[in-house]
């Protein structure tokens, strides 16, 4: 079994091993101190994951001695907001779960945002164990404790910092994914090697889906690690995390979902890398790398919106500090840094990425200039 300490002020672990799930319950008695006290455990899971795991984990906690509930939500990013939100609250109010209970997400990254601020605001805090069934999951949302819902006005305006107690991955839930939320969780994989490892990014480019995956889930939440015991609560450095995100949510938004976030993410990373190449922040063939590993993982890289529809939604992005926003940029495989720029400077940057680059990899144009990007270089990096 991988063990990877995650020593926040909330310290925790997270334990990778195939097969893993069906002893949940004895794994949240072993490492978990807040289960010692708890006799109810709230499984909060989608309808497609109930399906397929949702006997095996109740099981595994009943063994374990909890009085175990399972409440399941639609599928989709669309069931994350405040009116679900609250209906698993009144739940747990029903059913008289108290302050020194759990829940125990069971799902992708929908659950998990969801079950993690329940956990973050009932009663004022109760302990949560992530079970992330999801590639995506299981190397990016999983770890790091944000939470939340979204509104109408964008993704995760809604949220708290809460760290879990426990994280358990089973790569072999993977198995039943469909390639297409497979291939969404490649993208966060690929972020990881653009951020800061080049050798992860080359063993992607030499695998694609056949990745060894116990390695690249460690490798990703080990990255992950590194950048969030620095910085908790996003203050800083851990805006490295953002890559691709600040358009990705904005065209994720605009589809009402029918983009899914890694696909969204994709897209965002593509345009910021063909944006950083034209501005020579990165080399053109940084750019054509991230771009033609996204390409064989079958997610898109093209935009459907445009950029007045993009920039509206961004304005309104979690990341925005008055005028300005910071932004993640590539400036090779590997490595990383955030710009701080204003509206209209992120504005130019993003429709300079909007452009496909010549296949030739020739002259990629001055449409924008490294020097004239950014009110401030923060000096990240990954």
Same mark, same amino acid.
């Given at each position: 079994?991988r063990?990877?300490?995650i020593?926040?002020s909330?310290?925790?672990?997270?334990?990778?091993?195939?097969?893993?799930?069906?002893?949940?319950?004895?794994?949240?008695?072993?490492?978990?101190k !807040?289960?010692?006290?708890?006799?109810?455990? =709230?499984?909060?899971?989608?309808?497609? &994951?109930a %399906?397929?795991y949702?006997?095996?984990?109740?099981a595994?906690?009943?063994?374990?001695? @909890?009085?175990?509930?399972?409440?399941?939500?639609?599928?989709?990013?669309?069931?994350?907001?405040?009116? &679900?939100?609250?209906?698993?609250?009144?739940?747990?109010?029903?059913?008289?779960v108290?302050?020194?209970?759990?829940i125990?997400?069971l799902?992708?990254?929908?659950?998990? /945002?969801?079950?993690?601020? *329940?956990a973050?605001? @009932?009663?004022r805090?109760i302990?949560?164990?992530?079970?992330?069934?999801?590639?995506?999951?299981?190397? /990016?949302?999983s770890?790091?404790g944000?939470?939340?819902?979204?509104?109408? *006005?964008?993704?995760?305006?809604?949220? %708290? @910092?809460?760290?879990?107690?426990?994280?358990?991955?089973?790569?072999?839930?993977?198995?039943?994914?469909? /390639?297409? =939320? @497979? !291939?969404?969780?490649?993208?966060?994989v690929?972020k990881?090697?653009?951020?800061?490892?080049?050798?992860?990014?080359?063993?992607?480019?030499?695998?694609?889906?056949?990745?060894?995956?116990?390695?690249t889930?460690?490798r990703?939440?080990?990255?992950?690690?590194?950048?969030?015991?620095? /910085?908790?609560?996003?203050?800083?450095?851990r805006?490295?995390?953002?890559?691709?995100?600040?358009?990705?949510?904005?065209?994720?938004?605009?589809?009402?979902?029918?983009l899914?976030?890694g696909?969204?993410?994709?897209?965002?990373?593509?345009?910021?890398?063909r944006?950083?190449?034209?501005?020579?922040?990165?080399?053109?063939?940084?750019?054509?790398?991230?771009?033609?590993?996204?390409?064989?993982?079958?997610?898109?890289?093209?935009?459907?919106?445009?950029?007045?529809?993009?920039?509206?939604?961004?304005?309104?992005?979690?990341k925005?500090?008055?005028s300005?926003i910071?932004?993640?940029?590539?400036?090779?495989?590997?490595?990383?840094?955030?710009?701080?720029m204003s509206?209209?400077?992120?504005?130019?940057?993003?429709? %300079?990425g909007?452009?496909?680059?010549?296949?030739?990899?020739?002259?990629?144009?001055?449409?924008?200039?490294?020097?004239?990007?950014?009110?401030?270089?923060?000096?990240a990096?990954?």
């Amino acid at each position: 079994m991988r063990e990877t300490d995650i020593n926040t002020s909330h310290p925790y672990k997270v334990l990778i091993e195939r097969g893993i799930l069906g002893s949940c319950g004895q794994l949240i008695r072993k490492y978990c101190k !807040a289960a010692e006290k708890a006799e109810t455990a =709230v499984i909060i899971t989608d309808d497609n &994951v109930a %399906a397929l795991y949702g006997g095996r984990a109740a099981a595994s906690l009943e063994e374990e001695g @909890f009085r175990t509930l399972v409440y399941t939500v639609p599928n989709g990013e669309a069931s994350k907001n405040i009116s &679900v939100y609250g209906e698993i609250l009144e739940y747990m109010a029903r059913e008289h779960v108290t302050r020194s209970d759990m829940i125990v997400d069971l799902g992708g990254g929908m659950t998990g /945002d969801m079950a993690g601020f *329940a956990a973050a605001t @009932f009663l004022r805090g109760i302990p949560f164990v992530q079970i992330p069934t999801t590639l995506l999951a299981q190397v /990016d949302s999983s770890v790091g404790g944000k939470t939340g819902i979204d509104l109408k *006005a964008g993704k995760n305006l809604a949220g %708290a @910092f809460c760290q879990p107690e426990l994280v358990i991955c089973d790569p072999d839930t993977l198995d039943t994914l469909s /390639d297409r =939320v @497979f !291939a969404e969780g490649c993208a966060e994989v690929v972020k990881y090697g653009v951020l800061g490892d080049e050798k992860l990014f080359s063993h992607l480019e030499q695998t694609v889906k056949d990745f060894d995956r116990e390695y690249t889930i460690s490798r990703c939440i080990e990255m992950k690690r590194d950048i969030v015991t620095v /910085d908790e609560f996003d203050t800083g450095l851990r805006q490295l995390l953002n890559l691709g995100h600040t358009l990705g949510h904005a065209a994720e938004l605009l589809s009402d979902f029918s983009l899914y976030h890694g696909e969204a993410v994709s897209i965002g990373m593509t345009v910021v890398s063909r944006a950083a190449a034209r501005a020579g922040i990165c080399s053109e063939e940084c750019a054509a790398r991230t771009e033609a590993l996204l390409k064989r993982f079958g997610l898109p890289t093209e935009c459907s919106f445009s950029p007045k529809e993009l920039f509206e939604v961004m304005r309104s992005d979690k990341k925005r500090k008055g005028s300005s926003i910071s932004l993640v940029i590539p400036k090779s495989i590997g490595e990383c840094e955030i710009r701080k720029m204003s509206l209209s400077e992120m504005q130019i940057f993003m429709e %300079a990425g909007l452009e496909e680059l010549p296949e030739d990899n020739g002259d990629v144009g001055t449409a924008v200039r490294a020097e004239d990007i950014g009110t401030g270089d923060l000096g990240a990096k990954a």
